[in-house]
């Protein structure tokens, strides 16, 4: 049964070909199967855990219209058996986009916010209210992007399933639960970089500090310069990138983070700023479904 605080998957990490470097490796989460898939699992996994304690079955969330984390928590309750209701940023759209009708395939509910509600969706008591308003069934409240202490939690665990010989971890940053993950749970030699995909990502390093439960003197930076113009922005620059990597290295990478992540640390080893004795491991977080949303852009994949 997967929803015990003990289960750990195996996660396979290969050598990326890169001209500049030989010590880059990455750690494919994004073969894991589903619900375990990218870094997900390891976000929710504690999550559901407290849900169980509390005596709640079912598993509450925000996200928009194409969201990695609806996406995986629909995964997630259906495989433990649990309920889960999206709260849906914007209104509904019928048919339903890839992702949103694999939510429901999984037996997700949906309620849909507007816009403007959905910016004050961390506001208590404006969202109680909402939530009786709406009649939505009680259950285990997730903050979008599924970030919390327990994500930071379930994170920290995957340190262990790297190899011991890792120097630095590198991960994609939305929110910073991943990477707050990460640097809780870095041995001693360790250190954790994090590629910020939003712009103006400033409010990460806080957001990492707050969400720290303990001060750490871990050494971890965030990365500010790869997020290619804001969050869901795909230039043909990074397309291009993404299509080189995968003729070079098979692997498909997703839109949003990882490319970037992966852009972000071949342009620091071309420019001779990685450091030369260091094993790097990039987080491959999974994502891929991401490309449902850019069915331009996913056909120059499907064509090779
Ligand atoms: C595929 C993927 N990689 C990385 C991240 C970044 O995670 P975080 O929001 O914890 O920084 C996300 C968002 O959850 C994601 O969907």
Redesign the pocket.
């Known amino acids: 049964m997967l929803l015990e605080s003990s289960y750990l998957p195996s996660i396979q990490t290969t050598r990326i070909h890169n001209p500049f470097t030989e010590h880059l490796y990455l750690a494919r989460l994004d073969l894991l199967p589903y619900p375990a898939s990218?870094?997900?699992w390891f976000?929710l996994k504690y999550n559901l855990l407290e849900a169980q304690r509390l005596g709640l079955d079912t598993l509450i969330t925000f996200g928009g219209a194409y969201s990695?984390?609806l996406y995986a928590t629909a995964e997630a309750a259906h495989h433990v058996g649990f309920k889960s209701i999206g709260i849906v940023r914007g209104e509904a759209h019928e048919p339903l986009n890839d992702t949103l009708q694999h939510c429901v395939n999984k037996g997700m509910q949906f309620f849909y916010l507007s816009r403007e509600e959905y910016r004050k969706k961390t506001d208590a008591a404006f969202m109680n209210a909402w939530l009786e308003k709406h009649q939505v069934p009680k259950g285990f409240l997730i903050p979008e992007?599924?970030?919390n202490s327990f994500?930071v939690q379930g994170?920290a665990e995957l340190i262990d399933l790297l190899p011991n010989d890792t120097d630095i971890v590198a991960?994609?940053?939305?929110?910073?639960?991943?990477?707050t993950g990460l640097i809780t749970g870095l041995k001693p030699h360790q250190e954790a970089w994090?590629f910020a995909?939003l712009k103006g990502a400033d409010f990460l390093m806080q957001d990492i500090q707050q969400l720290l439960s303990t001060s750490t003197n871990r050494p971890w930076k965030i990365l500010l310069d790869y997020h290619f113009g804001g969050y869901a922005k795909t230039p043909d620059e990074l397309i291009a990138f993404v299509q080189q990597f995968k003729k070079e290295q098979g692997v498909l990478l997703?839109p949003?983070?990882?490319s970037k992540l992966l852009f972000g640390l071949f342009d620091l080893a071309a420019k001779g700023l990685l450091p030369k004795d260091k094993k790097i491991v990039a987080l491959h977080?999974?994502?891929l479904q991401?490309w449902d949303g850019l069915p331009e852009k996913k056909r120059i994949f499907l064509s090779e």
């Not at 991960?171 to 990477?179: E, K, S």
Request: with cysteine; net charge positive.
């Open positions: 990218g870094n997900k976000k990695n984390h992007g599924g970030s994500a994170v991960t994609a940053c939305g929110t910073g639960a991943t990477m994090g995909t997703d949003i983070y990882n977080t999974g994502g991401a």
